[in-house]
């Protein structure tokens, strides 16, 4: 058969490095219950992006009294998370952690408290600016983050889809249908009709603009900052519009 | 290899068992050995449709669940060399269904069949979201409405995102659009959304237009498919589509409102 022979003659795996960003969940409190119930309140507020999401649990200053970590874990896998590794762990946590299938990270006190105030800094900055309303919190930290490459969808997105291009661009070749939502940190740019929402600057960039070639959106935001179609200046509509932000404000501009 | 083909719509009561049993009877009839199967477990409709309701013997649960086997169960269609019928279970719901008991059946009918039609249930649900599971090729069922035209975008991204092609990274399912019960007299009075308005909206390729039709009723209450009342419109509007899909280039009729013919003109009747 030629896929033994193509077997054969390639390698059946190939190695890569590769740089990713995780999320880190610092545990200020060893009450997993109550974790359990803040976590699921913060999770509510965008619950499709957030699902699945590999985290990395950092044990932090409640590793000295941290009770048996399988209890945690599974608290955190009913809310849809996935977590991978552990660090800042206790020896017999960090065991019991790779009994359970997670990686141990290695301890980086130094710079994991240089990168905090920086997440910190930009934090407030992006509060003091906006309070994204549809945005996840844990964006934030992708402003810290430099940009990644733009997302390019060439299939219609449907009514019931959504696409989140985290931390860049989105660029949509075709038509947003009713009832389907695209949403970006970054620009959201729509090449085909946009008939549902469009969200731009989802992690607070209030520069984020919103580009369509035929606007007919149910809502558009930016940074927060929202517009339904009834609101929507009607002259717009089925026209090529940009949408940004001025002030507090959605400013639309015909496209030409 | 079988083709596996996907009758689905999002909404109920747009016509996917009528085309379901007319794709499957037309293909049948060109000589392709076809089988239909029913996906709506629970409230089967296929067998009524196809006029076989009082021969079946053992469903598509029982072929799942191992208690029969599946030439046990395929009913043969009496009128139709080539075209057999798996029904669904009537006493059961659609958790009797399962992915890996789906795929199961499916890979034995792709050893002796050319085209394996699956009847979806309405909704998006477990029983519709196993209909499409396995496809090679969708066919999108609309009426000119637009609560259809929503449901059926929902049903295309679905059919984009959760099914194994989609999942396996693999060519797309070939999505086609199929609008039923098109009335062009209603769509001049802009009481319908035209075909255009629709195909713009859900901008897949048109198989066919169905014009609403009192023979799909008569059809399906004598219990035949539509598609053999050669005198009807809608039984030549799936004679084209048949044709249509197989590569044959027809144009679409019935989609222009009629012109009042000479005698209707002449003694004012419809």
């Known amino acids: ?256 | 290899m079988a083709k596996i083909i996907v009758i689905t719509s999002g909404k109920g009561g747009v016509g996917k068992t009528t085309t379901s049993a007319a794709f499957g009877t037309g293909l049948a009839l060109k000589g392709h050995k076809t089988v239909l199967i029913d996906f709506d477990v629970g409230l089967r409709n296929l067998d009524l449709i196809m006029g076989c309701e009082r021969r079946v013997v053992y469903d598509f649960i029982n072929v799942i669940q191992g208690e029969a086997t599946v030439q046990q169960a395929l009913i043969k269609d009496k009128r139709v060399e080539n075209l057999f019928i798996l029904a669904a279970s009537q006493t059961r719901d659609k958790d009797a269904l399962n992915q890996e008991g789906v795929g199961r059946v499916l890979e034995q009918l792709a050893k002796d069949f050319e085209y394996i039609i699956c009847d979806s249930p309405a909704g998006i649900e477990k029983g519709a979201h196993l209909a499409m599971y396995y496809a090679d090729e969708a066919m999108v069922v609309t009426n000119p409405e637009v609560s259809s035209v929503r449901d059926s975008d929902r049903v295309l991204g679905i059919l984009a995102s959760k099914t194994k092609r989609a999942e396996e990274n693999k060519e797309p399912i070939k999505e086609r659009l199929i609008l039923s019960r098109y009335s062009p007299d209603r769509v001049a009075r802009g009481e319908m959304l035209s075909v255009e308005d629709v195909q713009e909206i859900l901008s897949i390729d048109l198989l066919g237009v169905i014009p609403e039709s009192q023979a799909v009723l008569n059809a399906s209450n004598s219990g035949e498919p539509v598609i053999l009342h050669e005198d009807s419109e809608a039984g030549q509007a799936y004679r084209d589509l048949v044709d249509r899909y197989l590569g044959v280039d027809v144009p679409h009729r019935f989609v222009d409102p009629k012109k009042p013919g000479f005698f209707s003109r002449l003694f004012g009747g419809n």
Not at chain 1, 98 to 104: F, N
Not at chain 1, 209 to 236: H, M, P, W
């Open chain 1, 1 to 256: 058969m030629s896929a033994t022979a193509s077997l054969a003659a390639e390698p059946t795996f190939v190695i890569k490095g590769r740089m990713q960003t995780l999320t880190v969940l610092r545990l200020n409190s060893s009450d997993w219950q109550q974790l359990q119930a803040e976590l699921e309140a913060h999770l509510a507020q965008a619950p499709q992006l957030l699902k699945g999401m590999p985290l990395v649990i950092d044990c932090g200053d409640v590793a000295e009294k941290m009770p048996g970590i399988a209890d945690l874990l599974n608290r955190l896998r009913e809310l849809g998370l996935s977590p991978i590794a552990v660090q800042n762990a206790r020896t017999d946590v960090a065991d019991q952690a790779t009994k359970l299938g997670l990686a141990v990270l290695r301890e980086n006190k130094e710079s994991e408290k240089e990168s905090e105030s920086a997440v910190k800094a930009v934090e407030s900055a992006a509060k003091a600016e906006s309070q994204p309303s549809q945005a996840p919190e844990q964006g934030d930290i992708e402003l810290a983050e430099p940009k990644t490459t733009p997302m390019t969808i060439t299939r219609p997105v449907r009514s019931g889809q959504q696409i989140y291009a985290r931390g860049g661009d989105l660029v949509v070749l075709a038509t947003v249908s009713a009832g389907a939502e695209v949403i970006a940190d970054g620009h959201v740019h729509i090449y085909g009709a946009l008939n549902g929402r469009a969200i731009a600057g989802a992690a607070g960039d209030g520069d984020a603009r919103i580009f369509c070639s035929n606007f007919n959106a149910e809502l558009v935001a930016i940074a927060g900052r929202y517009k339904t179609s009834d609101a929507s200046n009607d002259q717009y509509r089925d026209t090529a519009v940009q949408i940004a932000l001025d002030g507090e404000q959605l400013v639309y501009k015909a496209l030409n």
